[in-house]
């Protein structure tokens, strides 16, 4: 008898499922897969076992991701990593998850697992597919490259910006950062820069300039911002307003040196957006005159008026400022707005008085053959205070329609200007005046036109600067700038005049600053200084950026490395002729001294005589700002240098881009890191540790170079080639210098040297019995050293006598930096959400001295807190008159101040090689005060941070009355020589900081083995500043004042900081952390927190301090010092008033291989005086950097070197025959001298040197078998000639235009193609090609056709798509040109003409070519015609003729096609993307498709299932497998993919969307596609990233990352965004989202990360990136190493 097993008992059931053995609860405990994976392996579950990784699906902790741990099946449960929870003492224990509530996203794959997968896999398989064929869809591969897809990797990417726009988009004057002086306030992009107003105190022409404060980077790009000043001598603020309605109202905060967010307003809701629309137009904001409100128009038709008012309050002795807003429903009005098209307030109404230009009909373009004069002007009284309809004040109807702008002008003059594009209308409500500029408002208007200008000009889309109440200055949209000067009685305005007065750059934005400056903002901004002069000749001087920009370049990198020569340089103008320029005036402001040699005359001389003499303003160009946009057109190409044996692979490779429109158009070699010059290479070196150059007395040049070797010097004279000494003054030892110094300081282990370049040393200092020199810091006249007592000692070099001694100062004591030994504290955990008291107790290790770091400030930022009153007025006084300190003791000022000339100070610094050196001395400084005084809450964070108890004390001491001398009773000390000053209306406006040569002050940074930063005032060694907690190196450090008695630390939004050997102790109990138990991130943390080198440096001639830190992980951490807000308790007395800001730069390691090459720790840090204009610090390590400050603009730039790999020293040398030299030794020990490429400028983020066209570059490709490069140039010409309509277009194409001499001609476009030599950057002369009148060139393209001649098979040529522009009847007419580049016998003289072209085929099409390319062998284009795009593909013919094989339907306009072995890849401008194929007759067998004679077939794959505006697209490879990325219309990037398996793909018809990305609401035209390079060591992953350029001038990289980088990468975000300072309340996660202009919501596929969240990460003090890492499962330096990955495979130029 059979009995059955199965029972229907529970109790039974039961019992066996809890007494089930381990195999079978292995089966019962089964996890359903996730959707992917059952797609892929068509299994619906599986057994689940450790190292799966898995996502839970139910319950609290739904979503979690996470690797199974343990499968507890005693349990039936399973372990996830990093879900755990906390106990109530203190341990975490594992959360428990049953099977079925997870599903499995990744299985661990074993041979075992692969069976069972196979084995079910087949019987789905053949219970699904009986009976009928299955189809199989594959993926999109490239041939010959193995695919990547059955690998598991889940295809992934990082996007990185890694140069920022630099376009200037809008600008503003506002005093932002002090307010009593104005500064510059720019948007470029994202970025908000300010800069000061600046000029040399020893210049006679009071000339200014402008130099870069500081940078804000936005999580969003502003579409105006306004600055508005709500009490005098304190800081404005700025109102920016952002797309999708939203305001931010921020200000400087001086305490964190960062933007503070004042108040938020948004507009989003859907009550507001009732009856509006989603226009495109910009929010431009409006502020009253009288500070009383702002107003902005959002969705079209509703108004907004934020109320400015402050009101003081006596109670509490403050200022309130209430931000409220109103809504103002212009549709809501008995005669509805209509559109706005601008407004502004008026003045001197006893109510806020807008004026709003608008459109009440609908108007289109055409619409005035029916309709004219359809705008009108409504003024509004805006009570802040009334919510109630306002009233209307005054109207002006029938206007003519093209009116676009309204601006009020001040008292006494008052009313308003409306600039139309052919009339300048002025108006008050009881007032029309009418001047018109042009003949053409005979047809635009019905209006009355009083006046009529003698020169014809166009005012469409002018900006406007308005320089007093009767003068206002329009810069044109073609670079014309005009002067509109109104002529008044003492009742009104009587006529108007306009004239133009000069000719700049095509501006985007124009603002005033101070009183005689005005600020042109574009893609090569303009500083400009204009002054009223007596009307003579009417002249117009060209002051056009392009100019400027080079004449910068030119200047920077010809004349500052002879700065100490005397040599005289020349400065070239458009004359021909040379003016000598002396070289301490070599800078931007040299050149423009001669913009007025460089004149072009527009009119003839005014022959009105009057009586009254009228006055006109003249400009003068002050500074240029040079910028890299818009980038239209990159390609890349072949250099013409030799390569080296140890050059990467992609050093031949260069970048080349067309930047500027018109006549600021120019050609720029495009850089992303430093590629030096190689002038020579030496091998016999190899064994050269490190190496200086030298000076020797009456010499500007170095004269010597020095090489230590392990057991000998070498000394080289330096006199065009290097001659070695026989018997050098210091044969055994190796030293160190300080360079432009008269005597050199040698310091060995046992000696301190003073040498004259004699044998024997002048003066010497011996270390007693016992007693070594470790490590060394030099600033003329002073010498730090660091004993092997680890104690630390001064020194300073004197005369005395017509000798020379060292004098010992001072000594700090091995145990002076004693640190706290408790120090508790509550904090708000950032990584943890909770709070924590937390005790510091810090092991006392004889708090022994570990690095030093002298500095000499220039900047005037080290200031030492409440000076009384009479002694800083007693300073100031002996500044003025001459009075120095240490006059009698130092040799380098014992002449008196100082200056930049040939003057040399009396030390060369110098030590051995077993000590660290440190050294610089510059004297041209800048004299600063502090950034404004404090508001009525501006009490200094110190007293937050360090002592809670000491702020009820302050806030009883701080009065926030305003008095005479300014908010809080801070009074200016400003001094003649410290500022420039205008009277404007009576009072004394600041405007400009000068720059005046002064003493320097001498600090000594010092950090001990407990890690604690001190500050000691040199030679007085007075302590003035320390930090105890700076081994965590936090964002900011502050001043502790420790020996003062603080008790408690604390800060908000921060974790703080603990020394290892720190206890850790919670409320109730403590756990010691043992070193036996420390894992692999304590023990990283460790090293990290020891600082082993430090190095203060003051970028920018001084006046940019910074402190540069070394810690034993061979990571580089830098530091800005800042001047920081007042203190105002007695416990600061005799403080530093500093603090101290990370910086965010890349991570940089110096390499274990760099870093341990001799017995003692290397100096990594190497600083440089002039390089290119440039001064610095070169960073020794495996990827070396440099960060380097531009003389002129002060902007702190960072540029990797990478063409090298590791570098182990550097020294800069100033060499008579190669300027701009310096020296440096490979990783491989090859010694070579090499400088700075010419004419490449390197104080933008782009390194780029360029070369002007004076016309628009519009395309540029590289051609590879003559190694030139082909552009095609666009010229804009007067056009007196109109193509004819008719049918005998062919006989007669153009008439003669019949126009009124008041009517200024039309524009039409010339274009040509020529060729440009990368050998000298020059346009090859006598080889332009141009093109027929009336046809532009529409597509470019170097392709490759088929060639029986060539070894390849292919043949390169140049491919011209032209599309005829004759009239609406002849738009069907194209043509296709190919053009051959010949190699001929070049001119004498003129090497670069042995190129020319040759055009061999001229091919008329019935269309307009918009695209072109060339795919196996033959030609593809696209042709716009009347019914529908079509792709064609042609065959060249032996008759030199296209004979069409295949064509393929298009879209609307297709952009461009790009061509991956037989794939084309199709984007469309309106429409979107679609992938193609061409298939060759054997394919088209095979599939049955051949029809008669056709050989090839142009096939659809597959398209985007989405409409998108593409303005660029290419293909990516993933592992083999081919993808698709574009670029849209806003911005975003869509990565498509081929995928027939997935039936939403609808059989491959449809391309998946992967992922979805946004880059920031910038244009990109230009992208390319470039393979990632492979580090040594690593798998080749077969695949490609893209860079891409955007026209704002921004530059970044999308790159696919493996998945492990990714898996980390995405929690990092995950973990860090919520927590991240939102500037101006803007998300980082909303600027990063999807948009579209559909309304029906696109579900997105987010598989592409910030690639900033690295730098954002490392930003984080350590304990913060620890504590981060341990909760994503890695480590801190797995985080380095994946940023070091990613970076190092897209570091192509």
């Known amino acids: 008898?059979?009995?059955?097993?199965?029972?229907?008992?529970?109790?039974?059931?039961?019992?066996?499922?809890?007494?089930?053995?381990?195999?079978?609860?292995?089966?019962?405990?089964?996890?359903?897969?996730?959707?992917?994976?059952?797609?892929?392996?068509?299994?619906?579950?599986?057994?689940?076992?450790?190292?799966?990784?898995?996502?839970?699906?139910?319950?609290?902790?739904?979503?979690?991701?996470?690797?199974?741990?343990?499968?507890?099946?005693?349990?039936?449960?399973?372990?996830?990593?990093?879900?755990?929870?906390?106990?109530?003492?203190?341990?975490?224990?594992?959360?428990?998850?049953?099977?079925?509530?997870?599903?499995?996203?990744?299985?661990?794959?074993?041979?075992?697992?692969?069976?069972?997968?196979?084995?079910?896999?087949?019987?789905?398989?053949?219970?699904?597919?009986?009976?009928?064929?299955?189809?199989?869809?594959?993926?999109?591969?490239?041939?010959?490259?193995?695919?990547?897809?059955?690998?598991?990797?889940?295809?992934?990417?990082?996007?990185?910006?890694?140069?920022?726009?630099?376009?200037?988009?809008?600008?503003?004057?506002?005093?932002?950062?002090?307010?009593?002086?104005?500064?510059?306030?720019?948007?470029?992009?994202?970025?908000?820069?300010?800069?000061?107003?600046?000029?040399?105190?020893?210049?006679?022409?009071?000339?200014?300039?402008?130099?870069?404060?500081?940078?804000?980077?936005?999580?969003?790009?502003?579409?105006?911002?306004?600055?508005?000043?709500?009490?005098?001598?304190?800081?404005?603020?700025?109102?920016?307003?952002?797309?999708?309605?939203?305001?931010?109202?921020?200000?400087?905060?001086?305490?964190?040196?960062?933007?503070?967010?004042?108040?938020?307003?948004?507009f989003e809701d859907e009550q507001t957006k009732i009856g509006g629309w989603n226009v495109e137009v910009p929010l431009t904001i409006r502020i009253d005159p009288c500070k009383r409100c702002a107003a902005l128009v959002v969705w079209g038709c509703k108004l907004v008026i934020i109320s400015l008012e402050t009101t003081f309050t006596e109670n509490s002795n403050e200022f309130i400022q209430a931000f409220r807003s109103r809504i103002i429903d212009l549709e809501a009005f008995p005669r509805p707005f209509g559109r706005v098209d601008d407004m502004t307030f008026l003045h001197d109404y006893h109510l806020p008085c807008l004026a709003i230009l608008h459109q009440p009909r609908q108007v289109w373009t055409g619409h005035m053959a029916t309709t004219k004069d359809t705008a009108k002007v409504t003024a509004l009284n805006i009570d802040p205070d009334d919510f109630s309809q306002p009233p209307i004040v005054w109207q002006h109807d029938s206007l003519p329609s093209d009116a676009f702008r309204i601006l009020a002008l001040p008292s006494p003059i008052d009313g308003a200007v409306v600039l139309c594009t052919n009339i300048i209308m002025y108006m008050t409500q009881s007032l029309l005046r009418t001047l018109a500029v042009n003949g053409y408002y005979r047809c635009s208007t019905n209006l009355a036109i009083q006046e009529q200008t003698s020169s014809p000009s166009d005012l469409d889309q002018a900006k406007y600067v308005i320089l007093t109440p009767y003068k206002v200055l329009l810069i044109l949209i073609n670079g014309d700038i005009c002067l509109l000067k109104l002529m008044s009685s003492e009742i009104s305005v009587d006529s108007m005049r306009l004239e133009k007065i000069a000719t700049s750059v095509i501006s985007s934005a124009a603002c005033n600053l101070g009183s005689h400056h005005i600020f042109l903002g574009s893609r090569n901004s303009l500083l400009l200084e204009w002054s009223e002069v007596t009307q003579g000749n009417k002249e117009t001087c060209d002051i056009s950026g392009e100019d400027a920009a080079s004449q910068v370049e030119k200047i920077q990198f010809e004349s500052h490395h002879e700065t100490n020569s005397g040599v005289k340089h020349q400065i070239h103008s458009k004359d021909g002729h040379t003016h000598p320029v002396d070289p301490f005036e070599a800078d931007t402001t040299t050149y423009f001294e001669r913009v007025d040699d460089m004149i072009d005359v527009y009119g003839e001389n005014d022959s009105e005589q009057t009586m009254t003499q009228f006055t006109t303003v003249r400009l003068q160009g002050r500074d240029a700002i040079p910028t890299v946009s818009p980038i239209q057109s990159v390609a890349v190409g072949t250099s013409f240098r030799e390569?080296?044996?140890?050059?990467?692979?992609?050093?031949?490779?260069?970048?080349?881009?067309?930047?500027?429109?018109?006549?600021?158009?120019?050609?720029?070699?495009?850089?992303?890191?430093?590629?030096?010059?190689?002038?020579?290479?030496?091998?016999?070196?190899?064994?050269?540790?490190?190496?200086?150059?030298?000076?020797?007395?009456?010499?500007?040049?170095?004269?010597?170079?020095?090489?230590?070797?392990?057991?000998?010097?070498?000394?080289?004279?330096?006199?065009?080639?290097?001659?070695?000494?026989?018997?050098?003054?210091?044969?055994?030892?190796?030293?160190?210098?300080?360079?432009?110094?008269?005597?050199?300081?040698?310091?060995?282990?046992?000696?301190?040297?003073?040498?004259?370049?004699?044998?024997?040393?002048?003066?010497?200092?011996?270390?007693?019995?016992?007693?070594?020199?470790?490590?060394?810091?030099?600033?003329?006249?002073?010498?730090?050293?660091?004993?092997?007592?680890?104690?630390?000692?001064?020194?300073?070099?004197?005369?005395?006598?017509?000798?020379?001694?060292?004098?010992?100062?001072?000594?700090?004591?091995?145990?002076?930096?004693?640190?706290?030994?408790?120090?508790?504290?509550?904090?708000?955990?950032?990584?943890?959400?909770?709070?924590?008291?937390?005790?510091?107790?810090?092991?006392?290790?004889?708090?022994?001295?570990?690095?030093?770091?002298?500095?000499?400030?220039?900047?005037?930022?080290?200031?030492?807190?409440?000076?009384?009153?009479?002694?800083?007025?007693?300073?100031?006084?002996?500044?003025?008159?001459?009075?120095?300190?240490?006059?009698?003791?130092?040799?380098?000022?014992?002449?008196?101040?100082?200056?930049?000339?040939?003057?040399?100070?009396?030390?060369?610094?110098?030590?051995?090689?077993?000590?660290?050196?440190?050294?610089?001395?510059?004297?041209?400084?800048?004299?600063?005060?502090?950034?404004?005084?404090?508001?009525?809450?501006?009490?200094?964070?110190?007293?937050?941070?360090?002592?809670?108890?000491?702020?009820?004390?302050?806030?009883?001491?701080?009065?926030?009355?305003?008095?005479?001398?300014?908010?809080?009773?801070?009074?200016?000390?400003?001094?003649?020589?410290?500022?420039?000053?205008?009277?404007?209306?009576?009072?004394?406006?600041?405007?400009?900081?000068?720059?005046?040569?002064?003493?320097?002050?001498?600090?000594?940074?010092?950090?001990?083995?407990?890690?604690?930063?001190?500050?000691?005032?040199?030679?007085?060694?007075?302590?003035?500043?320390?930090?105890?907690?700076?081994?965590?190196?936090?964002?900011?450090?502050?001043?502790?004042?420790?020996?003062?008695?603080?008790?408690?630390?604390?800060?908000?939004?921060?974790?703080?900081?603990?020394?290892?050997?720190?206890?850790?102790?919670?409320?109730?109990?403590?756990?010691?952390?043992?070193?036996?138990?420390?894992?692999?991130?304590?023990?990283?943390?460790?090293?990290?927190?020891?600082?082993?080198?430090?190095?203060?440096?003051?970028?920018?001639?001084?006046?940019?301090?910074?402190?540069?830190?070394?810690?034993?992980?061979?990571?580089?951490?830098?530091?800005?010092?800042?001047?920081?807000?007042?203190?105002?308790?007695?416990?600061?007395?005799?403080r530093l008033k500093i603090q101290l800001k990370k910086i965010r730069h890349e991570p940089t390691c110096i390499g274990e291989r760099v870093a341990q090459r001799g017995n003692q720790t290397p100096t990594a840090f190497r600083p440089f005086e002039d390089i290119s204009g440039c001064d610095g610090v070169f960073v020794c390590s495996q990827r070396p950097l440099w960060i380097m400050c531009s003389h002129h603009s002060k902007v702190v730039r960072f540029h990797r070197m990478t063409s090298e790999g590791a570098v182990q020293c550097f020294s800069e040398l100033r060499h008579a025959n190669h300027p701009n030299c310096f020296l440096y030794f490979t990783g491989q020990g090859t010694m070579r001298m090499a400088s700075t490429k010419p004419a490449h400028l390197y104080s933008t983020s782009i390194i780029h040197r360029r070369t002007n066209l004076k016309a628009s570059a519009c395309f540029v490709d590289f051609e590879p078998s003559s190694g030139v490069y082909v552009l095609v140039v666009r010229e804009k010409l007067p056009c007196y000639r109109l193509p004819k309509i008719g049918p005998d277009m062919e006989e007669e194409p153009f008439v003669d235009m019949t126009m009124a001499p008041d009517e200024p001609p039309p524009h039409a476009f010339k274009y040509s193609l020529r060729l440009f030599s990368c050998e000298n950057w020059e346009l090859v002369p006598n080889a332009p090609f141009e093109f027929p009148e009336g046809f532009h060139v529409s597509a470019f393209k170097v392709i490759n056709l088929m060639s029986e001649q060539n070894v390849s098979g292919r043949k390169p040529c140049v491919a011209v798509g032209l599309s005829s522009v004759l009239g609406e009847r002849n738009f069907e007419r194209g043509k296709v040109e190919l053009f051959d580049v010949l190699d001929v016998v070049p001119e004498p003289g003129k090497p670069t003409t042995r190129n020319k072209l040759k055009r061999f085929l001229s091919s008329d099409e019935n269309g307009a070519l918009t695209a072109i390319n060339s795919i196996e062998g033959y030609v593809i284009g696209a042709l716009g015609r009347r019914d529908g795009v079509k792709i064609f593909v042609w065959r060249v013919e032996e008759n030199e003729t296209l004979q069409p094989i295949a064509f393929l339907e298009g879209l609307v306009y297709t952009a461009s096609l790009k061509v991956a072995q037989n794939y084309v890849l199709m984007s469309d401008y309106a429409g979107r993307v679609q992938l193609a194929r061409l298939i060759k007759d054997e394919s088209l067998k095979r599939l049955k498709l051949s029809k008669g004679s056709t050989s090839q077939v142009l096939l659809l794959v597959g398209r985007d299932a989405l409409p998108a505006d593409v303005y660029a697209a290419d293909f990516m490879v993933w592992g083999g497998d081919l993808h698709i990325v574009y670029f849209d219309k806003f911005s975003n990037v869509v990565i498509l993919s081929f995928d027939g398996d997935d039936p939403k793909t609808r059989g491959g018809r449809v391309l998946k969307r992967h992922s979805v990305y946004n880059i920031g609401l910038q244009r990109t035209l230009s992208i390319l596609r470039l393979k990632n390079i492979v580090s040594k060591g690593q798998a080749d992953l077969h695949s490609h990233f893209i860079s891409y350029y955007s026209l704002e001038g921004s530059a970044g990289y999308i790159t696919p990352v493996p998945e492990d980088i990714y898996r980390r990468l995405m929690l990092l975000q995950m973990r860090i965004t919520p927590h991240l300072q939102y500037r101006a309340g803007l998300k980082p996660s909303t600027f990063r989202k999807y948009r579209s202009s559909l309304v029906v919501p696109i579900p997105e596929e987010t598989r592409t990360i910030n690639g900033d969240v690295f730098l954002r990460f490392f930003l984080l003090d350590l304990d913060s990136q620890k504590e981060v890492a341990r909760q994503i499962g890695t480590t801190t330096k797995q985080l380095r190493d994946d940023f070091l990955y990613i970076e190092d495979s897209v570091a192509w130029f």
């Open 1 to 266: 008898m059979k009995f059955s097993t199965k029972t229907s008992s529970r109790r039974k059931a039961r019992k066996a499922h809890f007494t089930a053995p381990s195999s079978l609860r292995r089966r019962l405990m089964s996890s359903p897969l996730s959707k992917e994976l059952r797609e892929k392996y068509n299994v619906r579950s599986m057994p689940i076992r450790k190292d799966d990784e898995v996502r839970v699906v139910r319950g609290s902790n739904k979503g979690t991701l996470g690797k199974v741990v343990t499968c507890y099946r005693k349990k039936w449960v399973i372990h996830i990593e990093r879900s755990v929870r906390e106990k109530r003492n203190g341990m975490t224990v594992p959360l428990p998850f049953h099977p079925s509530k997870v599903e499995i996203t990744k299985l661990k794959l074993d041979k075992d697992r692969k069976k069972i997968l196979e084995r079910r896999d087949k019987k789905a398989a053949l219970e699904k597919d009986k009976g009928r064929e299955h189809l199989h869809h594959h993926p999109v591969h490239i041939e010959g490259v193995e695919s990547g897809r059955h690998q598991g990797t889940e295809r992934v990417l990082v996007h990185r910006e890694t140069h920022e726009a630099s376009a200037v988009k809008l600008a503003v004057e506002s005093n932002f950062l002090d307010g009593d002086r104005p500064n510059l306030v720019t948007v470029r992009g994202n970025v908000i820069s300010v800069y000061n107003l600046v000029r040399h105190a020893e210049d006679p022409s009071h000339r200014c300039h402008l130099e870069h404060a500081v940078s804000f980077p936005l999580e969003g790009i502003p579409d105006d911002v306004a600055s508005v000043q709500l009490r005098p001598n304190t800081r404005a603020l700025l109102i920016l307003t952002f797309r999708e309605a939203k305001i931010a109202v921020v200000q400087y905060d001086p305490r964190r040196h960062d933007l503070e967010t004042i108040s938020l307003h948004t």
């Open 643 to 1134: 390569l080296d044996a140890h050059s990467t692979d992609q050093s031949q490779y260069e970048l080349v881009a067309c930047i500027g429109n018109e006549k600021n158009g120019a050609i720029a070699h495009l850089s992303s890191t430093f590629s030096p010059e190689i002038l020579l290479t030496e091998d016999q070196l190899s064994s050269c540790k490190d190496c200086w150059a030298v000076f020797s007395k009456r010499s500007s040049h170095h004269t010597h170079v020095v090489f230590s070797k392990p057991k000998a010097t070498l000394v080289f004279r330096v006199s065009g080639d290097f001659e070695e000494l026989r018997d050098p003054p210091v044969s055994a030892f190796a030293f160190a210098f300080e360079s432009r110094r008269e005597l050199i300081i040698h310091i060995t282990a046992k000696h301190i040297h003073l040498l004259d370049g004699s044998s024997e040393p002048v003066a010497d200092e011996r270390m007693p019995k016992g007693i070594r020199i470790i490590s060394a810091s030099v600033r003329d006249p002073y010498i730090a050293v660091i004993l092997n007592d680890f104690s630390c000692k001064i020194f300073m070099a004197k005369s005395v006598h017509g000798g020379y001694i060292i004098e010992s100062l001072a000594d700090i004591p091995s145990k002076e930096l004693s640190a706290i030994t408790f120090a508790s504290f509550n904090h708000f955990d950032t990584a943890t959400h909770t709070p924590r008291t937390v005790t510091l107790q810090f092991k006392d290790y004889n708090s022994s001295m570990s690095s030093i770091s002298l500095y000499a400030d220039h900047s005037g930022i080290f200031e030492i807190y409440n000076q009384p009153r009479n002694q800083i007025f007693d300073n100031q006084k002996e500044k003025e008159h001459g009075v120095e300190f240490h006059h009698d003791q130092t040799f380098s000022q014992s002449n008196g101040t100082d200056k930049l000339s040939n003057q040399k100070s009396p030390l060369n610094a110098t030590m051995n090689e077993d000590c660290t050196h440190d050294s610089r001395d510059n004297t041209l400084t800048k004299k600063r005060q502090p950034l404004g005084t404090l508001s009525t809450a501006a009490i200094d964070d110190d007293d937050d941070l360090y002592s809670a108890d000491d702020i009820e004390n302050t806030l009883q001491n701080v009065q926030s009355v305003p008095t005479e001398n300014g908010i809080d009773g801070h009074s200016s000390r400003h001094s003649v020589l410290e500022t420039g000053s205008s009277t404007i209306k009576g009072q004394t406006r600041e405007e400009e900081i000068v720059c005046e040569i002064t003493e320097p002050t001498f600090w000594l940074f010092a950090c001990n083995t407990n890690c604690i930063l001190t500050i000691y005032k040199v030679p007085t060694m007075e302590k003035v500043f320390c930090c105890p907690v700076f081994a965590n190196l936090p964002l900011y450090a502050w001043d502790s004042a420790s020996s003062k008695g603080i008790d408690a630390i604390g800060v908000e939004g921060e974790v703080f900081q603990k020394r290892a050997k720190v206890e850790t102790l919670s409320t109730n109990e403590a756990e010691t952390i043992s070193d036996d138990t420390e894992d692999e991130q304590d023990r990283l943390q460790q090293l990290e927190m020891d600082i082993v080198e430090m190095y203060a440096f003051g970028f920018g001639l001084g006046q940019r301090p910074h402190l540069l830190i070394r810690n034993a992980a061979q990571h580089i951490v830098m530091y800005e010092i800042f001047s920081s807000a007042f203190k105002t308790h007695e416990k600061y007395q005799g």
